[in-house]
């Protein structure tokens, strides 16, 4: 069975600092994508970014950046320059290969942007 | 390009009472989701259809909720009667390839 570990209920950063969001995951099937979602307080889902488990370099758009270490199976979220819209829910979530294609996810991580 | 369209985005109602909810996808694709998310909790997958057919519907509770997309298109997810363990946010998404694009959502509480 598939599972995505979010193991940091809230994190705090000081505006234009960097943070990195911690996502540890499990899954048997040898293809899979991962995904990073922000749901601020008006509550849609807001894709970020995309890693594909076969992705030889690190996904990166804009501002957001995944650490993807495979042996470990961890995909960190790194947000360079935070700034105060930035201070929402982030999800990591799986998608493997096989079955329905769903999407697994994390339990989520508060992020709160100090000024 | 219009996004994922979900109504009403606010419903109370009280236990054993009926609701539904609405979705209308982005224009061409063929996938639609059905998320339940409860506070504090990430999303948890109800149902997914491809076109009119459903693909994976393993964590619906079927006894209560029920779910149609008819024509390929727009989507309703029903709940009768409804519990207290109901409430939650209700998200639709739909995707063309790897990415999902979520609507609003629809947030019910049940008294």
């Known amino acids: 069975a598939q599972k995505i570990t979010q193991t940091q209920p809230g994190m705090f950063v000081q505006e234009k600092e960097a943070v990195t969001l911690d996502c540890t995951y499990d899954t048997s099937d040898p293809s899979y994508g991962l995904f990073w979602y922000k749901q601020p307080s008006s509550g849609e889902m807001i894709f970020l970014i995309y890693?594909?488990?076969?992705?030889?370099q690190n996904a990166t758009e804009g501002r957001y950046s995944l650490n993807f270490q495979k042996a470990r199976k961890s995909a960190n979220l790194v947000i360079s320059a935070s700034q105060l819209g930035d201070s929402a829910m982030y999800f990591c979530a799986m998608r493997t290969q096989g079955g329905s294609e769903k999407l697994v996810f994390g339990k989520g991580t508060k992020l709160t942007v100090n000024p | 390009e219009a996004g994922v369209a979900q109504s009403p985005r606010y419903k109370i109602i009280e236990k054993r009472q009926s609701v539904a909810f609405w979705c209308n996808p982005i224009?061409?694709?063929?996938?639609l989701y059905w998320y339940q998310q409860i506070l504090g909790q990430g999303p948890k997958l109800l149902i997914q259809?491809?076109?009119?057919?459903?693909?994976?519907d393993s964590q619906l509770p079927k006894d209560r909720f029920s779910a149609e997309r008819l024509k390929g298109v727009d989507s309703t997810l029903k709940i009768q009667p409804a519990k207290l363990e109901d409430s939650a946010v209700y998200l639709c998404?739909?995707?063309?390839?790897?990415?999902?694009?979520f609507g609003p959502g629809t947030r019910l509480t049940v008294t």
């Open positions: 998404a739909s995707s063309a390839y790897y990415e999902q694009y």
């Open positions: 224009s061409g694709h063929a996938t």
């Open positions: 259809f491809q076109n009119n057919g459903v693909v994976d």
């Open positions: 890693q594909g488990s076969y992705d030889q």
